[in-house]
């Protein structure tokens, strides 16, 4: 009797353990998506739980970021990125897996700016405190002296950047030549630089092809165009066309990122205008 009620007990735990195998084994498939697919694009934002990539055709897609999602390579602003998810995609789905297909040259200019406290932003040599947050900014030099230089940015503004006794500043700044700028507070006229860098002899060749973006805050819209208040404090006029992508609830007060190509004029015309939030 004992023997047969053993036999019975383990036939019960291997029917368990079959059936927990057989649970984890589902779970470890495509879940509730179906099927893998891929988007390929260059990385155009990048947080701790979300990342968005733009594709050759201007598209841009956004994804999410879990516990679960595989990170092989760096997530530096410009990589080339393959992403993987299950099912169809919508904006913010689970990234399955994201891998940097070829890395951006950080050794050039890309005209950016930003805090460095962004995910892969260049660094000073000597980072602030944890209360103040330094900002970046790369141009070309327009002039230089003792106690300032003329930066022209991406925008086609020149800014004055002022140095002072703790400014540390790298061999080979020039006119001409592209350097970068660590600063505290907003881009401004007379900021003062805590570190001044060499970044190459001269700028590259403007691409007339490439897509840039710029995010702001809608100050008025219209079925042709909308005027964006940027972060410098100028408005800009953003042309609609009729190939505009241009995502649904955009008002007065949203702010948006607008792509377009070429340099930032008072006036351009946008590939696609994204919806970042609405007031």
């Known amino acids: ?81 393959s992403v993987s998810y299950n099912g169809e995609y919508t904006s913010g789905i689970i990234a399955i897996t994201i891998t940097t297909i070829t890395e951006v040259d950080q050794s050039g200019s890309s005209g950016s700016k930003g805090p460095t406290s962004a995910p892969g932003a260049p660094q000073p040599k000597e980072p602030a405190s944890t209360q103040e947050t330094i900002w970046y900014m790369t141009g070309t030099v327009m002039d230089v ?34 350097a970068r700028v660590f600063h505290k507070g907003s881009m401004r006229n007379g900021m003062v630089a805590t570190e001044i860098h060499f970044i190459s002899a ?43 992508r241009v995502d649904p609830g955009i008002e007065v007060g949203s702010t948006v990122r607008v792509f377009h190509k070429g340099h930032l004029t008072e006036q351009m015309t946008a590939t696609e205008i994204r919806l970042i939030s609405n007031p």
């Open 1 to 81: 009797m004992f023997k047969k009620c053993s036999l019975i007990i383990i036939i019960v735990l291997v029917f368990g353990l079959a059936l927990t195998a057989c649970s984890e084994s589902n779970n470890n498939n495509t879940g509730s998506g179906g099927t893998m697919s891929t988007k390929t694009g260059v990385l155009i934002e990048a947080s701790m739980h979300v990342i968005s990539i733009q594709a050759p055709d201007g598209s841009t897609y956004t994804f999410g970021i879990n516990d679960n999602t595989v990170v092989e390579g760096s997530e530096i602003l410009g990589n080339t990125m």
């Open 145 to 178: 002296s003792m106690n300032q230089l003329q930066l022209k940015y991406e925008d086609g503004k020149t800014y004055t950047v002022l140095k002072d006794d703790n400014t540390k500043v790298e061999e080979g700044i020039v006119v001409g030549c592209v």
């Open 202 to 244: 001269s700028p590259p060749a403007d691409n007339p092809d490439a897509v840039y973006y710029l995010t702001g805050t809608v100050t008025d819209a219209s079925m042709s165009q909308l005027q964006l208040l940027y972060e410098d404090g100028v408005v800009y006029t953003i042309i609609k066309e009729d190939d505009t």
